[in-house]
């Protein structure tokens, strides 16, 4: 009998000859609304839990999540990415990604449950226990999402994993709310946290079916591509999560809560517009990695947008951070304020590297992931310690902001390298963003003043969507300026002015010539 279940096959490619940018849009439409909806899901469980629970709560649970965090990326395996990349996909390629990350899973779990106790002995509370043992589910889960799911990656078709982000926020959502409101406890936030992996695991199978066979029989097609990848999340989840642990030990739990529950606000707009175009990014990427010209501009126009998007966002963020907090959270958590004011800053120097991590994945030179983390690391470490021990949370931030700027500069030596574009190619194009960021941030400060002394909620969520909206459009208008004073040039602009232009066109003069 004819074994035909192991015969190579093609998944059907976008041409190279089909414009990237496009392609990239819609599929980066895609992947930014679901986060967007997602985001706002979160946004929603959070201002519930915030006034169901206490800060102490939020800070526990932000300590075992922190352990999780560094344990998970430690085994991290980005195999969908992995098979993204791949020229040619068999069956036996799914079924050796599904049986690698079940290996992960389950190692992941038996890790996590053995280093609670020495954790739960070292912050001197056992409720640490349980809380990491039910945490590691949520990682297990994440990473047995069905390996089908790269077929629609490759054709860069991201509508599914829209559901999928969307089901799986709403399951938390549900399940941590009705708990916070039935038992009142930090369980209610670790469910929340584990239903939603688990959720949107289960739907996968239904929207990409696969059935599950143990195999490891192009092990060799994973493990180069993997080796570096796993190093460089080490080293990255240590980045991020050390302020949380360092500061665990040094601080209460509930500032470490309200600390937590800022950080948290603050990473929503790079959640929702970073996190979900990196995808499309990659497989934009791998489409052009031959035509060297090609693949430079389709970063620099990558750069440009996400910058152009998110600019505003932060900055937006970082002015009305004391009315937002006081309208969404109230006043038992407005210390939480200034943290988020000076924690979105710190997220800028971000920006402006945002598709450094796709096009190093696209030319498979995951090398440079580890050593990017590295320096970052060396940078960081020192300046979090100190800062943590002298400054508590202001000089975290200030640690982050300069290790995030040092950072930002390697990657951007790199880029040059990669691609050949200077470093000040790369920063060219931002100006544009950065001034007009600077005349919201005056329009915006000049309204903060008069919105500071509003006591009724309606009238201060007015007061606060009058001045983003002024702000926005302050924004938006100084961008469109430049962008005319400059001729007009190709861009996130033009494409937003197209869009737009197409709207506004009358129906008649798409037709034909009428014959009568």
């Known amino acids: 009998m004819i074994e035909t279940a192991q015969e190579p096959f093609e998944v059907p490619l976008p041409s190279p000859r089909v414009k990237v940018s496009h392609q990239t849009m819609v599929a980066g439409s895609w992947m930014v609304g679901g986060r967007f909806l997602s985001r ?9 839990l915030a006034r169901l629970l206490r800060s102490v709560d939020f800070g526990l649970v932000a300590i075992a999540a922190s352990i999780v965090s560094v344990v998970e990326a430690a ?19 799914y079924d050796t990604a599904f049986t690698l990350s079940l290996i992960r899973g389950s190692v992941l779990s038996l890790i996590l449950c053995s280093i609670s106790l020495p954790f739960a002995r ?93 195999s490891l029989k192009e092990l060799s097609s994973f493990s180069g591509f993997l080796g570096w990848i796993t190093g ?15 500061l665990g030990k040094l601080t209460s739990l509930s500032a470490l809560g309200l600390f937590s529950t800022a950080n948290d606000i603050a990473n929503i707009p ?7 175009i990196l995808r499309p990014l990659l497989s934009a990427f791998a489409l052009v990695k031959h035509d060297v010209r090609r693949l430079a501009s389709s970063y620099l126009a990558s750069s440009t947008a996400v910058f152009t998007l998110t600019l505003p966002i932060l900055v937006g963020e970082s002015l009305i951070a004391g009315p937002a907090v006081r309208l969404l959270f109230g006043q038992k958590w407005s210390a939480a304020a200034p943290m988020l004011r000076w924690l979105a800053l710190s997220l800028i120097p971000a920006l402006f590297a945002v598709p450094f991590g796709p096009l190093v994945m696209a030319l498979d030179r995951t090398r440079i992931f580890l050593r990017r983390n590295a320096f970052e690391l060396c940078v960081k470490i020192p300046l979090i310690v100190v800062g943590a021990i002298k400054f508590q949370f202001f000089g975290v931030i200030f640690a982050r902001f300069v290790s995030e700027s040092a950072t930002v500069f390697y990657c951007m030596l790199m880029v040059r390298r990669l691609v050949g574009v200077p470093i000040r190619e790369q920063l060219r194009p931002l100006w544009k963003s950065i001034t007009g960021a600077i005349g919201m941030a005056v329009v915006v400060g000049l309204c903060i003043p008069h919105i500071g002394d ?28 430049l962008w005319r004073w400059t001729g007009s040039p190709q861009g996130i602009e033009a494409m937003v002015a197209e869009k737009i232009a197409a709207l506004f066109k009358r129906p008649d003069s798409q037709r034909g010539p009428q014959v009568y």
């Not at 390996?147 to 926020?169: H, I, N, V």
């Not at 702000?471 to 100084?478: N, S």
Request: charged share 10%.
């Open 75 to 93: 085994l991290e395996l980005p195999l969908s990415q992995a098979l993204v990349r791949l020229p040619t996909l068999k069956p036996s390629h």
């Open 270 to 276: 790079l959640q929702t517009v970073f996190a979900p």
């Open 122 to 214: 070292f912050y001197a509370d056992s409720r640490l226990i349980p809380l990491i043992c039910v945490l590691s589910f949520a990682p297990a889960a994440r990473g047995l999402v069905s390996p089908r799911m790269a077929d629609f990656a490759r054709r860069l078709d991201f509508s599914r994993d829209f559901a999928l982000e969307f089901g799986g926020k709403f399951a938390a959502l549900l399940v941590s709310v009705t708990l916070a409101l039935t038992f009142r406890t930090y369980w209610s936030i670790a469910a929340g946290t584990a239903v939603s992996p688990i959720s949107a695991t289960l739907l996968s199978y239904v929207l990409a079916p696969y059935r599950p066979r143990l």
């Open 232 to 246: 460089a999340q080490v080293l990255s989840a240590v980045n991020w999560q050390s302020d949380r642990l360092l």
């Open 454 to 481: 509003i006591c009724s909620p309606f009238s201060l969520g007015t007061a606060i969507a009058l001045a983003v909206l002024m702000g926005a459009a302050t924004y938006c208008g100084i961008l469109l300026l």
């Open 40 to 48: 706002i899901l979160d946004l929603l469980t959070m201002l519930a």
